[in-house]
């Protein structure tokens, strides 16, 4: 079964600065997707990025980029100018299409704070 | 329709009591999803149907669960005699499966038993 880590629970960075969440998973799947999803305190979680297995090339989505190192199992999201709206809850998530049509798996979650 | 919906938005029920959680998922999404996330935590899989067929039910904490969809669009989530651990937001998603295309999530239904 695939699990997904993210090992901060919380963080915080002023406006305007660039933070980067970290997040691991556990796999022996080659092909696959991974996802980062945001949550704002409204709750309805919303898609932010996603990255294909078997594409080298980082994904960007405007401020937002991701750090996808294959080998190390490795998928770190960076905010670039980070804006008080970015304060959510941001989750990792793994998807396995060959199988279970898409099931995801979520890591725990990462609390982020944009402070004025 | 135009995003998942969810209702009721929030509930409030006595412990013992039956809920019905519904979601309508957008238009044409053969794949539907079913979590669950207690306060401040992950999202616990619960359930999945693709068309009106559920394929994965490993999620399910117990047989007080149950889900249905019908039409392969709306889903019903029943849980009967409720607990107190119940209590969480019940987050419906769907998806279009195509390739590597990711979930749109309802606001989700915030359960409280009581």
């Known amino acids: 079964a695939q699990t997904v880590t993210q090992s901060q629970p919380e963080m915080s960075v002023q406006e305007a600065e660039t933070v980067t969440l970290s997040c691991t998973y556990d796999?022996?799947?080659?092909?696959?997707?991974l996802f980062w999803y945001k949550q704002p305190p409204s709750r309805q979680m919303i898609l932010v990025i996603r990255?294909?297995?078997?594409?080298?090339q980082n994904a960007t989505e405007n401020r937002f980029s991701v750090n996808f190192q294959k080998a190390a199992k490795s998928f770190s999201l960076k905010i670039s100018d980070s804006q008080l709206g970015d304060t959510a809850m941001y989750f990792c998530?793994?998807?396995?299409?060959?199988?279970?049509?898409?099931?995801?798996?979520f890591g725990d979650g990462t609390t982020l704070t944009v402070k004025p | 329709g135009a995003g998942v919906s969810q209702s009721p938005s929030n509930k409030v029920t006595e412990k013992g009591k039956d809920v019905e959680l519904r979601c309508d998922p957008i238009?044409?999404?053969?794949?539907l999803y079913w979590y669950r996330q207690s306060l401040g935590q992950g999202l616990e899989f619960l359930i999945y149907?693709?068309?009106?067929?559920?394929?994965?039910k490993s999620g399910l904490p117990s047989d007080r669960f149950s889900a249905e969809r019908t039409g392969g669009s709306v889903s019903t989530l029943t849980i009967q005699r409720t607990q107190q651990e119940d209590s969480a937001v019940y987050l419906c998603?769907?998806?279009?499966?195509?390739?590597?295309?990711?979930?749109?999530f309802g606001s989700g239904t915030r359960l409280t038993v009581v």
């Open positions: 998603a769907s998806s279009a499966l195509v390739r590597g295309y990711g979930y749109t």
């Open positions: 796999t022996s799947e080659n092909n696959y997707y």
């Open positions: 990255q294909e297995a078997y594409k080298q």
């Open positions: 998530a793994f998807m396995k299409p060959a199988t279970n049509a898409g099931k995801s798996t």
């Open positions: 238009s044409g999404h053969t794949a």
């Open positions: 149907f693709q068309g009106n067929s559920a394929p994965d």
